[in-house]
Structure formats: C-alpha cells, structure tokens
C-alpha cells in the first residue's frame, strides 16, 4: 500500500520560501510512469494543481506558479519536496502530494494535506 506523507513548517512569514516535503513508502518514487505532484486547496477555494516530478526526475509547473515554485527529490529518501519563494498570503492553503499513474490520469494516492498559513 502506498502512502505519501507531507511535512513542513505550519507557519511562514510573507517574503520567505516555503518548503515542504512529501515522504513516500510503499513504493519508489523512481519506478514506473508515475507523476508525482503538489496541489493545494486556500480557503473557500477549489484545488489548485503546482506542479509535478515524474519518475525520471522532469519536472512540469503550473504557468501562474512557475516563476515561484521549484520541484526536487531526494532518491536516497524516497522523499520529494516543494519550495515555494516570495510567499504572500495568498499562498495560505492546504498543501497535498499526489501521485498519477500516468499524465492525464487521475490521482490514486493523497497524502492527508498540511496546512501552510503565510503571516507574519
């Protein structure tokens, strides 16, 4: 059974980057098609979709986030993680980390979601 669990600071300050981590077990985040992917749900709002890693390490951004947000993984840990730079509180959400079996596939793992609040 696979299982993504999502880690990070519950609280950052406007300017600064957050970063958060999605630990993976059950399955390596290296094998397969998978895609591997950050969505966050603000307040009162709809899921947004961030971006994703694939299994070969490539990486693909929303448009309105690409110039903030950045993607990596660390293999050894099976784990992958979201920074996210020049946050405003705008950016105050629950963060989630999925996996698709494929691009266009719906997503069949969810971590439980963190919530992130940018204040100072």
């Known amino acids: 059974q696979v299982q993504l669990q999502e880690s990070g600071p519950g609280l950052v300050k406007p300017s600064q980057t957050l970063s958060l981590t999605c630990t993976v077990s059950g399955g390596s985040i290296t094998t397969n098609n998978y895609y591997w992917s950050w969505i966050r749900q603000p307040p009162g709002k709809g899921l947004e979709w961030i971006g994703y890693?694939?299994?070969?390490?490539?990486?693909y951004y929303s448009p309105s986030l690409k110039s903030r947000a950045s993607i990596s993984r660390d293999t050894s840990k099976n784990q992958f993680t979201l920074q996210l730079s020049s946050v405003t509180p705008k950016d105050t959400a629950v963060y989630y980390c999925t996996r698709a079996p494929g691009w266009g596939y719906e997503y069949d793992y969810w971590g439980q979601g963190t919530q992130v609040t940018v204040s100072s």
């Open positions: 890693i694939g299994t070969s390490g490539n990486t």
